[in-house]
C-alpha cells in the first residue's frame, strides 16, 4: 500500500488533498484508477464488427476514429474524437489539478471549480456517443458489433469520474463557504 502513495505526485502544501477527512482520502487514488481505465478504455477494443461497409474486426475507440478519418468521414470522427477523448481527458486533468495542484486557499480554487463543473454537465456525452454509434450501426443492418471489454472499462471510467468529481465538487464547496466565513 505504501507503494502505490509514493506513486501519487506531491501535492500543493494547501491543496485539496492535504488534510482531507477519512471519507476523502479515497478522492486522488479514484481518479488515478479513472485515468487508468480511461485510457484502458479508449486503447482496448469497444466492439468487434462481423459486417460493416467499411470495418471488419475488433476496434478500440482510437482505432475507430482513425478508421473513420481514413474513409473520410471527418465530422463524425471529429464528434467522436471531441466527446469520447477530448472532453473526459480535459475533465480529468482539470480534476487532477485541482485536487493535487491548486492552493486551496486562492481564487484558483474557485475558477478550478467553475470551469470543473461546466465540464462536469458533459459527463455521459462520451459513453452515449460511442453506444449510439454501436446502437446505430447494429440496429440498421449495417454491421454486426459485439460490445467488447473496452466499452465497459470507458464506462466505468466514466462514472467512476462523475463520482470522485462530486465528491470532491462538495469538499471543494465546503472549503469556499469556509473561506469566505
Known amino acids: 500500500m505504501r507503494y502505490l502513495f509514493a506513486l501519487l505526485p ?16 479515497v478522492i486522488g ?3 488515478l484508477l479513472a485515468f487508468l481505465l480511461f485510457i484502458s478504455g479508449i486503447v482496448i477494443p ?27 468521414n471527418f465530422l463524425l470522427a ?5 466527446f469520447s477523448i ?9 480534476a487532477i489539478q485541482l485536487w493535487w495542484f491548486i492552493d486551496r486557499r486562492s481564487d484558483g480554487l474557485t475558477r478550478a471549480l467553475r470551469r470543473l463543473e461546466v465540464l462536469g ?11 449510439l454509434g454501436i446502437v446505430v450501426a447494429t440496429s ?6 459485439t460490445p467488447q471489454i473496452g466499452i465497459y472499462l470507458f464506462g466505468a471510467s466514466v462514472i467512476l469520474t ?17 473561506k469566505e466565513n
Open 10 to 25: 506531491r501535492a500543493h502544501p494547501y491543496g485539496l488533498s492535504v488534510g482531507v477527512c477519512w471519507q476523502d482520502w
Open 140 to 145: 440498421t443492418n449495417l454491421a454486426n458489433m
Open 86 to 94: 477530448v472532453f473526459p481527458l480535459v475533465k480529468l486533468f482539470q
Open 46 to 72: 469497444v466492439a468487434s464488427v462481423d459486417k460493416m461497409l467499411f470495418f471488419t474486426g475488433s476496434y478500440s475507440i482510437l482505432a475507430f476514429v482513425q478508421a473513420l478519418f481514413q474513409e473520410g
Open 78 to 82: 471529429l464528434v467522436i474524437t471531441l
Open 29 to 31: 487514488p479514484g481518479l
Open 162 to 178: 462523475m463520482m470522485v468529481v462530486g465528491r470532491m465538487e462538495r469538499l471543494a464547496h465546503r472549503i469556499s463557504k469556509e
Open 121 to 131: 454537465k458533459w459527463s455521459m456525452m462520451d459513453v452515449f456517443v460511442v453506444s
